[in-house]
C-alpha cells in the first residue's frame, strides 16, 4: 500500500480538479498524505533538521541514556506504559515560548521562526483546500486570534532492545493539520489502514508529510479520518521528527459540519443510472452513493 502523494505544483494548472480530487480522498480514505513541491525552502528544512540533531547530540542524548525510560528497558522491566523518545514542546502561535527554551542557540530560534513562517503558508493553504472540499474547516482555524500553533522536536534514540518498547505508542492526534518534518533515513513512524500498519518511508527530497487530527474527524462530521499511529524504535539510526501542529485556538467552539441526510445538487439521470443496477437493493447506500459523487463533482469543478 503506497500512501497518497499531492503534488502542490499541479494545484495551479488544468490537473486541479484531479489534485483537489485526490487531496479528498487521500483525507478521506487515509488521514495521512506526503506533500511534494510545497514551495517551503528545502536549504531551510535542512538547516533546522541539522541544527536540531546537534542540539540533541549535546544537550539530550545523555540524559537521555541516563533516564528512567532507559534504565527500565536495561532491567527488562514493564516497558508497556513508557515511549523511547526525547522531546520537547516549542510554541509559536499565537505567543512564542522558543526564547525559553534551555540552551537553544539565536541561530536555531530564527532558523526555527523562518521555517514555521514558510510551513504556516502551506497549512493556511491546506485548511483552505479541505474547506473546498467539505465546505466547512477553515472557520475553526482562522478565528480572530488566528491558529494555535506548536512543534513537538522529537528524536527517537537508537534503542538497543527495540522488540521491548516503542518509540511512541499508538494514538491519534488531538488537533487539527500535523505537518511532519522527518528523517530522510530512519524510518518509523507506522499508520493503521484497513487492519495492518502501514510503515510510511522517509521522507525523501524533503516532502512534508500531513496528517489530520480528531478536530478534523469533528468538524467533517466523521468524512475525514484521524487515524491511529505510533512509531517504532530501531537498532541503528536515530529518527528525528519535526511535527508542527496547526490546531484550533484553545477556545475555538468545535462542532460538526450540519450532516446532510440527503445527497444534495445532484442529476437526476446520474440517479437514475444507478437505481438501474440498485433497484432491489436497500436505498441507503444509494443516497451514500449520490453524496459521493456530488462531493467527488465538486472536486472537479474550477475553483475561483
Ligand atoms: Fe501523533
Known sequence: ME???IDFSKLNG???GDTMALLHKACEKWGCFMVENHEIDTQLMEKVKKLINAYYEENL??????????????KQQNTSDIDWESAFFIWHRPTSNINEIPNLSQELCETMDEYIAQLLKLAEKLSELMSENVDYMKKAFSGSKGPAVGTKVAKYPECPRPELVKGLREHTDAGGI?????DDKVPGLEFFKDGNWVQIPPSKNNAIFVNTGDQVEVLTNGLYKSVVHRVMPHKNGSRISIAT???????AIISPAPKLLYPTNFHFGDYLKLYGTTKFAEKAPRFESMKNMTNAHKNILPSN
Open 3 to 5: 500512501i497518497p502523494v
Open 245 to 251: 501542529f496547526y490546531n484550533p485556538i484553545g477556545d
Open 14 to 16: 488544468d490537473k486541479r
Open 61 to 74: 542524548k545523555e540524559s537521555f541514556y541516563q533516564s528512567e525510560i532507559a534504565k527500565r528497558l536495561e
Open 178 to 182: 500535523i505537518l511532519l518534518l522527518q
